[in-house]
């Protein structure tokens, strides 16, 4: 068990050392920042001269080779430090994505709620009653879910559950009723897909010979299903929900827009449209990073819960 | 026992008071970077700022000088301004205001070249501190424009011992300054909040509390102001202006500014563009009373250079008027040598160019020539365009000048430095001279004459192709008495509740 655990976490270094050059790279290739640093939404016409241009060039380590930039960039990332991003005037970007996380973090776990408050029922109910009404309904809420759009689906929670109803905060942060709108928005799409896969595992499961065996011998359905069929069908759904982390991470760069929900995702857009260089490198290492992790731990939780994985 | 009852009583009435606090809260599309005004080029943050420090001189919703950290002020030579300044301001730290904190403001932004508004101040080269209420700035050059360039983002006034004693890192990040609301709490994209400066020098403003929410999603915002989580939405989308307009909460207020949306001719002489008569021909083509009406939901008005009632020493003749002459393109077309259905211009912009970009195409499809658009995300289109001259044909472009001066705009096009002129490729000695003469030229009525000639060339060679001069809609819960402004500050000391 645990030389399968070290394996797994040796193999995080190379593929995180790739990302760092693939980000460095795609920063650099995607065009000069230099207007940005200048303000893109900028009151005035952007006015610079040459020595002004040198000296914000050589201040952002532009000025140095290539290859040179990306040494630094690896020894300093390894020190935790990003470097400062000039859309918040030298602010350490590191320092601006920790303040961020929590909110993200907030968002993906109510989120992530929602999707399981949803997904494990609707999934059951599904499976139970295969091609019966119920089994359609479920489905149907299973492609409208995934169908829509998640910032069509906030601005439309917004306009009837705040400004229709009155019921709810329209946007930001502060309580649990904030909460609320943004989650449903972010968790509903990955809840249709979650509820296919338990239906689909649960149906499979309750087909096989053991299961049938266990119901002749006079077992509920109660504890077929909840003690027997469901923990080998909740195996893919254990994978998807541990793979849905970065969607939850990429979602929320919308939601967290519409619900000006101060997270990552916002971090994040202001920092791609401000062509940011420490504060994209920051935020994508650190998807990337949690996007590892949560591999990592779906990859252990697959031994706990299958053992045939610990042994291959 | 009567010791707690008066505890009790005491508690109860400061709580009471408490909640009597009176809050405004408005809601902005994005937040300030910090608070380091020298460091900083977007017109949202100067709107916030404006709330925290002053300025030395204070421009009117009119645009008339008004005295703020200022009392006075002369020019004592071409190239000497005296400044007089208000005697017993003190910043929100208790600390006096004196003539060195100007002396430290404006020496620190005309040096550093990492400040983004360090090219804006480079002219000065002094600033003598003459007593403690009052300086002389010098000039590198003669200055006409130098008030405004006192009273626009950039020249908020920062205080010395704060900078020097903290830091400029902290104070970025907790600002000291002389305005009416003091600095409380800022979290990043999600709310700056202020409170009301007891001993701010203008009196104590009508609010006791400033909150300033940081909504990037217009249609947010705007729900927001409809549900009473906000009392001001500085920019309202044209495509929300209609769910105002139908509210009973809010109202819609137009005001107009000095931002321009044009067409930025590449006239490298590897471009079609390049012939005077196709940029003549597209000119005529594009009907931009109709582009206005469309894009700016009727409240952009028509221009052919970069004028507006706002902006001192616009030729105004040029406001409101624009060509529009279908058949007259064509002539000019057949004359270049293109019979119709040979042109092909490639029409560049970023995707926010987007519902332009097509309506400029159907018209130009009108004259038989044919449009390929080409959009690109903002950023991306942002780094490309700054590259000089880094588009085919024609780029979608739109500009505002925040010292408010036409002759100040005009440098954009001067040749070899300004931006306009790099992007196009156009460079022309006796425009570029006129604007030099006029930026240097104190005497109002020759500077607006060598002003006219100037606008006269570009109308001539249209290096650019003015299209029309935008009008900000911005939304405001009935019963507040706020006055939106050209220059987007966001004036909350003028804010009041209607009785």
């Known amino acids: 068990m645990t030389g399968y655990f070290l394996r797994r976490l040796l193999q995080v270094i190379p593929t995180l050392v790739g990302i760092t050059l693939l980000v460095f790279v795609t920063v650099r290739l995607s065009g000069d920042p230099i207007a940005s640093y200048l303000g893109s939404d900028a009151a005035d016409s952007a006015m610079i001269t040459a020595e002004q241009e040198a000296a914000i060039r050589a201040h952002l380590g532009l000025d140095k080779p290539l290859a040179l930039q990306y040494v630094l960039f690896l020894r300093n990332i390894t020190l935790g430090d990003f470097g400062g991003s000039f859309i918040y005037q030298g602010r350490p970007a590191l320092d601006l994505l920790i303040e961020r996380v929590p909110a993200t973090a907030r968002l993906a776990a109510a989120a992530l709620l929602v999707a399981i408050l949803i997904s494990l029922p609707g999934g059951v109910i599904a499976a139970l009653n ?62 249709a897909l979650q509820t296919r896969l338990m239906r689909s595992g649960l149906i499979e499961v309750l087909n096989q010979d053991y299961v049938r065996t266990a119901r002749a011998k006079g077992l509920s359905t109660w504890s077929v299903v909840f003690k027997h069929a469901m923990r080998n069908a909740a195996l893919g759904y254990v994978t998807l929900l541990g793979l849905a982390i970065p969607s939850l991470l990429g979602g929320s760069v919308v939601v967290e827009r519409i619900f000006a929900w101060p997270g990552v995702g916002l971090l994040f857009i202001n920092g791609l449209g401000g062509r940011d260089m420490a504060l994209i490198q920051a935020v994508v290492v650190f998807s990337a990073a949690m996007v590892i992790l949560a591999n990592l731990v779906v990859d252990l939780l697959y031994t706990l819960i299958d053992p045939r994985v610990r042994y291959a | 026992m009567r010791t707690k009852l008066i505890t009790l009583v005491a508690t109860l009435a400061l709580l009471a008071s408490a909640s009597a606090q009176s809050t405004i809260t408005v809601a902005i ?4 970077p910090g608070f380091d005004p020298q460091n900083n080029n977007q017109a949202v943050a100067s709107g916030v700022y404006i709330n925290i420090f002053d300025y030395l001189i204070f421009k009117d919703a009119q645009g008339e000088f008004q005295p703020a950290l200022a009392t006075s002020w002369e020019a004592v030579s071409d190239t000497a301004w005296r400044v007089s300044l208000r005697e017993g301001v003190t910043w929100h730290d208790g600390e006096p205001f004196t003539a060195d904190d100007v002396e430290f403001t404006f020496e620190r932004v ?7 508004r360090n090219s804006y101040y480079s002219n000065i080269t002094d600033v003598e501190v003459v007593n403690d209420h009052e300086v002389i700035f010098h000039t590198a050059e003669p200055d006409p424009i130098f008030l405004s360039a006192l009273s626009r983002n950039g020249a908020s006034v920062i205080p010395r011992h704060y900078y020097e004693s903290a830091g400029v890192e902290a104070a970025s990040l907790t600002p000291i300054g002389t305005g009416p609301y003091r600095f409380v709490e800022y979290r990043t994209d999600d709310r700056l909040v202020l409170e009301a400066f007891d001993n701010y020098w203008g009196g104590r403003p009508a609010f006791d509390r400033a909150v300033f929410r940081i909504i990037p999603e217009n249609s947010t915002a705007v729900s927001e102001l409809l549900t009473g989580g906000v009392d001001i939405v500085t920019t309202v989308n044209v495509s929300e202006v209609g769910r105002i307009e139908a509210s009973t909460a809010a109202d819609i207020a137009v005001v107009g500014g000095n931002r321009t949306d044009y067409l930025t001719f590449n006239v490298s002489e590897d471009q079609v563009t390049a012939d005077p008569l196709v940029r003549a021909a597209v000119d005529y083509a594009v009907d931009d009373a109709l582009l206005a009406e469309i894009l700016t939901d009727g409240a952009g008005v028509p221009v052919r250079a970069r004028v507006s009632p ?42 926010s160019n987007a519902d332009a970009a097509d309506l400029v195409a159907a018209m130009l499809a009108d004259v038989g020539v044919q449009a390929d658009i080409e959009l690109f995300e903002k950023s991306v289109w942002n780094s490309r365009y700054w590259q000089p001259g880094d588009f085919t044909n024609i780029a979608f472009g739109a500009s505002s000048d925040s010292s408010f001066d036409y002759g100040n705009s005009l440098i954009d096009l001067t040749c070899p430095d300004g931006v306009h002129a790099k992007r196009s490729h156009w460079c022309n000695q006796a425009f570029t001279d006129l604007v030099e003469a006029a930026n240097v030229e104190f005497d109002a009525t020759i500077r607006a004459g060598l002003l006219k000639q100037a606008t006269d060339i570009i109308l001539e060679q249209r290096p650019q192709y003015y299209l029309y001069s935008g009008a900000t809609f911005v939304g405001v819960r009935k019963g507040l008495n706020f006055v939106p402004r050209a220059d987007s500050l966001i004036v909350l000391a003028e804010t009041t509740t209607t009785p």
């Open chain 2, 110 to 116: 005309a040096n550093d070249p990492l400040l983004v």
């Open chain 1, 130 to 191: 295969r091609n019966k009404p119920a089994d359609t309904l479920v489905n149907a809420f299973s492609v409208i879910g995934d169908a829509m759009p998640n910032f069509w689906l906030g601005v439309m929670l917004i306009l009837l559950f705040s400004v229709k109803f009155g019921w709810l905060p329209v946007s930001g942060t502060g309580s649990w009723r904030h909460l609320l709108l943004p989650a449903i928005t972010l968790g509903t799409s990955m809840a």
């Open chain 2, 29 to 32: 599309p994005s937040g300030p």
């Open chain 2, 310 to 351: 706002e902006t001192s020493f616009s030729p105004l003749e040029y406001y409101d008027t624009y060509l529009f002459d279908q058949e007259r393109a064509r002539e000019l077309l057949a004359e270049a040598g293109y019979a119709p259905g040979e042109l092909t211009l490639k029409l560049m912009g970023a995707t």
